[in-house]
């Protein structure tokens, strides 16, 4: 059983065990949080308006995807566990008795945790919703699987897909208990059917679209479904105010791949949209302010609706709150506040945006790199405490971080505002005619690699996108006297920087044990064994998290177009 790491608390702190927790637990860092404002937790070394702090709550977990407060204090946490099924968990945490309990064990990838308007604690899996009850009981600290604290979960709703490339079931209640369920797309940009005038996965295989599942009052059941919107590719956080959902998009990912004119890097913008009922976002069809993609070139994009907010290419936004709380400023009563997960420039932070305008106000939390904060960030569900600090959950730290804001609330003596959304910076590339690594990407900034080919093979994308950009911070070895800081050679892999033949020949003709990194050919072997967790006992690369399902498509591609 896995002692509980829960750094902040309001009560004395104790483990999972019910032993007091002495200061020779705490690293360094710890301690000197101890004597900070943030009080207990170690302070993440991050750039945030003044007099706020990120600190972390607890830790120990193995993919924590969503997050939600109950009125008590108490913090429910879905882990999802990785992206093998079946190894996700529900845990709760008492901050009162410093208690991390796992609630449900062996989960299939729970990705989404709320509490309903009936008081029973929903979650979403692949494929289905499930929900139990939750006891004002506090778990024992003794007790690290506590089943007086929860019921036996019970579907609510089933039949979900779950094939593609976006298996994972987010939600959202209305004001009447109804639900909003994202029902992600199957593939990235329905290239099967380019150039056809329809995408059948977004007609009738009913893919990339929100339904809604009207709650009978009566019987507290979910009845059939409706499609409320459609050309909505992959909407992973969503928000309903009292009157209008709003719904974070993940847009699609190689636009150059169908047109080479276009600038994958850049295009198209991830997006905010007000979803109202019938109308359709563009997906596959139209990307960006109505504008048609490279594979579907007649579509009538005018007819599509606009999106409410524009984001950075790749950010990734996937969660979002409406900030109602009463710690924070006055400037951020109502405002959004977004999660951007992207391991790119663009993503790594928190914003706030505007719910009326859509205006991006400003960051929130960024500078969140493994230069500056020694990990880099990437939140993902968040979720307002009862005292009005914000919870988040960081899926590949493995962490449930908190930020709270202890500054004044009137104007400073110059007439500004205290705590105010830092302005937004646009990010700087290392080499303005190579936009493919940015500052802030785990590759180190004085790598200025060359431009990738218009129409890259699988493995220069290899390269790029995961060499480069993801396994280069722990496997790079460096040529020369530059300084790059944090870069290390784990594992006796040293991956060369921007340079795809080499470790090409690197990976095909040595490893551990005498055995090749890669098989030519073959989805087996050290590397792919360890990105897919197929074995036991080896560790999981990358160790921060499992390969997206995109980027785990893209190494299988990548092994299976080299000769053996």
Not at 497 to 521: F, V
Not at 538 to 549: N, R
């Amino acid at each position: 059983m896995q002692v509980a790491k829960i750094f902040w608390r309001v009560a004395p702190m104790v483990s999972a065990l019910g032993m007091v927790l002495s200061s020779s637990a705490f690293s360094q860092a710890n301690k000197d949080s101890l004597k900070s404002e943030c009080g207990a937790g170690q302070r993440l070394n991050v750039e945030t308006p003044a007099g706020f702090c990120l600190v972390v709550v607890a830790e120990g977990f193995k993919f924590p995807r969503s997050i939600t407060a109950l009125a008590d204090g108490r913090i429910l946490v879905a882990d999802m566990g990785g992206w093998t099924p079946g190894r996700g968990a529900v845990w709760i945490l008492d901050t009162v008795q410093a208690a991390k309990t796992q609630l449900l064990e062996k989960v299939d990838r729970p990705s989404h945790i709320a509490v309903g308007p009936d008081g029973y604690v929903y979650f979403g899996t692949p494929g289905d919703i499930r929900r139990f009850k939750i006891s004002a009981q506090r778990a024992s600290p003794t007790a690290p699987k506590s089943k007086s604290v929860a019921s036996d979960p019970e579907i609510v709703i089933k039949d979900l897909p779950t094939t593609g490339r976006h298996p994972l079931t987010v939600f959202e209640f209305d004001g009447n208990g109804g639900l909003f369920v994202n029902v992600g797309s199957e593939s990235d940009n329905c290239e099967a059917d380019a150039k056809k005038s329809q995408c059948y996965e977004a007609e009738a295989g009913g893919r990339g679209v929100i339904r809604y599942y009207p709650r009978d009052k009566a019987t507290g059941a979910y009845r059939s479904f409706e499609v409320f919107g459609r050309g909505l590719r992959n909407s992973m956080a969503m928000v309903w105010d009292g009157d209008r959902l709003f719904a974070a998009e993940n847009s699609r990912d190689d636009i150059e791949k169908a047109d080479p004119r276009l600038n994958g890097d850049l295009l198209p913008p991830d997006e905010i949209n007000i979803v109202v009922g019938g109308k359709h976002y563009g997906w596959p069809y139209c990307y960006s302010d109505r504008k048609n993609s490279p594979e579907f070139p007649d579509y009538q994009c005018t007819a599509t609706a606009q999106p409410f907010t524009e984001l950075p290419a790749h950010s990734a936004p996937l969660g979002m709150v409406l900030y109602k709380g009463a710690m924070f400023p006055g400037h951020y009563q109502g405002k959004l506040l977004v999660a951007l997960h992207g391991y790119r420039a663009t993503g790594h932070r928190i914003i706030a945006v505007d719910p009326d305008g859509g205006a991006v106000i400003g960051d929130v939390v960024r500078q969140w790199t493994k230069q500056s904060a020694g990990k880099q960030g990437a939140p993902v569900g968040m979720a307002v405490a009862p005292d009005g600090a914000l919870l988040i959950a960081d899926d590949k730290n493995k962490r449930v971080l908190r930020l709270s804001y202890s500054g004044p609330r009137v104007a400073s003596s110059s007439g500004a505002s205290q705590g105010s959304p830092l302005r937004v910076v646009a990010p700087v590339f290392v080499n303005a005619q190579n936009p493919q690594i940015p500052t802030g990407d785990i590759s180190p900034k004085s790598i200025a690699c060359p431009p990738i080919p218009a129409r890259p093979t699988a493995g220069q994308k290899v390269q790029t996108m995961i060499f480069d950009r993801i396994c280069f911070g722990c496997h790079g070895q460096v040529e020369d006297s530059r300084n790059m800081s944090g870069i290390g050679q784990a594992g006796r892999l040293a991956l060369f920087p921007c340079d795809y033949q080499k470790n090409l020949n690197l990976l095909t003709s040595s490893g551990p044990d005498e055995s090749r990194w890669i098989t030519p050919g073959s989805e087996r072997g050290p590397l792919m064994d360890r990105i897919h967790a197929k074995r036991t006992g080896l560790p999981v690369m990358p160790p921060t998290g499992e390969l997206s399902p995109e980027l785990r498509e893209l190494m299988n591609e990548w092994v299976k177009s080299l000769k053996r």
